[in-house]
C-alpha cells in the first residue's frame, strides 16, 4: 500500500506530464496567449496546493505573487488578443 505521499508525488507527475504534453496537442490551432495562461495557471495551482496541503508557509510576497499571476492571466483574456 502506498502511504498518502507517494500517492501525492504520482498525482503530480501525473499532473505535470499532463500540463506538457495536452497542449501540445492544440497548440497549431491556439491563440499564443494560451501557454502563457495555461502556465501561469498551473504554477498558481500547484502555490496554492504547497500552502494549503503541504502546509508552506504562506509569506505576504508569496500571497502577492499569486495575486499578480491571476490578476496577469485575468488582464490577458480581457484583452482579447488572439480572440
Do not use: C, D
Amino acid at each position: 500500500m502506498l502511504r498518502k505521499q507517494h500517492g501525492w508525488e504520482l498525482f503530480s507527475l501525473f499532473i505535470h506530464i499532463s500540463i506538457i504534453a495536452l497542449p501540445g496537442i492544440g497548440i497549431p490551432t491556439l491563440p499564443g496567449a494560451v501557454m502563457l495562461i495555461w502556465s501561469g495557471l498551473g504554477t498558481t495551482l500547484i502555490a496554492i496546493t504547497g500552502i494549503f496541503y503541504f502546509k508552506e508557509p504562506s509569506t505576504a510576497i508569496k500571497i502577492l505573487s499569486i495575486g499578480l499571476i491571476i490578476t496577469g492571466v485575468i488582464g490577458l483574456n480581457l484583452s482579447g488578443g488572439g480572440h
